[in-house]
């Protein structure tokens, strides 16, 4: 409990909001994670591990469920992204390389984001108290897109990551965790930039 009260505690304030040092450790990580996924670095995905789990515990004290259980998977994930880049191979055998997935292959994964989203949100606003249900919903079930796109070295995490953490910068912000929201809108030009380093890979 002292560990947990220490890391709720405020480092410092912004906009009238206290910025807590789990949401300071988080932001930093996670910054050096996209960097590194950018440049298609492994060491991206201990991070994503690490930055997940405190993400976990600064959104389930502000009961966004949603996001807190996403961040338990995007935990999982991380440990499957990373065996992913090592041991991966595509349906020819071959190592895993950045490439592209296509329109037709996006159809069926987004079609399936699309229609779990309402169903995410209706779950949270009938069985819990999370305040932004449907906002909260979005951006879990597009991320698990993004995540297995990132893991599978397809060019198109990219720009689900836009779309995701414009949302996101939404959804943070009217809970008011400044920090966050200033961590998601630096990763929208982030993974403007990584889209392109990756055409070019």
């Not at 910054?31 to 690490?50: D, E, K, T």
């Not at 984001?113 to 305040?131: E, I, N, Q, V």
């Not at 449907?134 to 836009?162: C, H, M």
């Not at 990763?187 to 930039?193: A, E, G, N, T």
């Amino acid at each position: 409990m002292t560990l947990w009260s220490a890391l709720l505690a405020p480092a410092f304030t912004a906009f009238g909001s206290p910025i807590t040092w789990l949401e300071l450790a988080a932001f930093v990580l996670s910054v050096w994670m996209v960097v590194c996924n950018m440049r298609v670095h492994p060491l991206a995905w201990p991070l994503a591990f690490i930055a997940s789990l405190l993400y976990f515990a600064l959104f389930l004290d502000g009961k966004l469920y949603g996001e807190a259980g996403l961040q338990l998977v995007f935990a999982a994930l991380a440990l499957w992204g990373a065996w992913q880049w090592r041991f991966g191979r595509t349906s020819s055998g071959e190592l895993l390389t950045v490439r592209r997935l296509g329109l037709r292959g996006l159809i069926a994964p987004t079609a399936f984001t699309l229609g779990a989203w309402p169903l995410l949100g209706l779950f949270l606003a009938r069985f819990t108290d999370s305040p932004l249900p449907y906002w909260d919903a979005f951006p879990t079930v597009a991320s698990l897109l993004g995540q297995w796109l990132l893991a599978r070295k397809y060019e198109e995490n990219w720009p689900t990551w836009i779309v995701v953490n414009t949302v996101s910068v939404v959804l943070f912000g009217l809970k008011g965790y400044w920090l966050t929201v200033v961590l998601y809108a630096a990763f929208i030009p982030m993974s403007v930039l990584g889209w392109r380093a990756w055409r070019r890979a």
